[in-house]
């Protein structure tokens, strides 16, 4: 069975501060990775994919992945209370085309 | 708008009734999928398609059924014999080269 683990937090930082988010995957073969945003009551809407090692940065936003440690993290820059919602961290395994997801974790970021 | 419509947002169903939940994109998306998402828990996949007249069973296909006649659409019908059918249903399409998925609203499903 392909796992997808992530914190489920919740993870409190006041506003400015960087938040960091943490996922582990357990198939090595993975090749994309990615992160939605859920706000409560919400559909996920896709924040960032990364496909190779090393990091990708977009406005306050950095994913950093690593296969050989089978980790991607998410960093939020300047965190401001809007960002307040439940981050979920999706593989696609080597062997399929479904995104599998991990159960997210939620972030409060305090004004 | 390009995107992903799924309706209807709520529906209440009675115990031993079926019903079917929509999803239409006009993203030009080969590959659809439907999840399932539960209180504090991630989204499982239920069922999902590469292309059209095609589908594979996800990890929890149980007690469901899909159709895909056209490409732009792919009902999910929750029959009545899925055991615990209350639950938040999110529908997806794929882009090709990137893999991402983008979801609709949402539709969600209260057995009463």
């Known amino acids: 069975q392909k796992e997808v683990e992530q914190n489920s937090g919740p993870l409190s930082v006041p506003e400015g501060a960087i938040a960091s988010l943490n996922c582990t995957y357990s198939?090595?073969?993975?090749?994309?990775f990615f992160w939605y945003r859920q706000y409560s009551g919400k559909s996920p809407e896709l924040i960032m994919s990364?496909?190779?090692?090393g990091d990708k940065e977009d406005g306050r936003f950095t994913a950093q992945l690593n296969k050989a440690s089978q980790y991607v993290s998410l960093l939020i820059r300047d965190s401001q209370p809007s960002d307040s919602a439940t981050y979920l961290c999706?593989?696609?395994?080597?062997?399929?085309?479904?995104?599998?997801f991990g159960k997210g974790t939620t972030l409060s970021v305090s004004s | 708008d390009g995107g992903i419509t799924q309706s209807p947002k709520y529906l209440f169903r009675k115990e031993g009734q079926n019903v079917t939940l929509s999803c239409e994109q006009n993203?030009?998306?080969?590959?659809m999928y439907w999840y399932r998402q539960d209180p504090g828990q991630g989204l499982r996949l239920i069922y999902y398609?590469?292309?059209?007249?095609?589908?594979q069973k996800g990890d929890i296909a149980e007690g469901y059924s899909v159709s895909r006649e056209k490409k732009e659409s792919f009902p999910l019908t929750v029959t009545s014999a899925q055991k615990n059918p209350t639950a938040f249903y999110l529908c997806?399409?794929?882009?090709?080269?990137?893999?991402?998925?983008?979801f609709g609203e949402g539709s969600r499903l209260t057995v009463l």
């Open positions: 999706a593989v696609i395994s080597q062997a399929g085309t479904a995104l599998i």
């Open positions: 198939d090595r073969g993975s090749q994309s």
């Open positions: 990364i496909y190779s090692n």
């Open positions: 993203l030009n998306h080969d590959a």
């Open positions: 398609s590469q292309i059209v007249n095609d589908f």
């Open positions: 997806a399409s794929q882009g090709q080269n990137t893999g991402e998925l983008f």
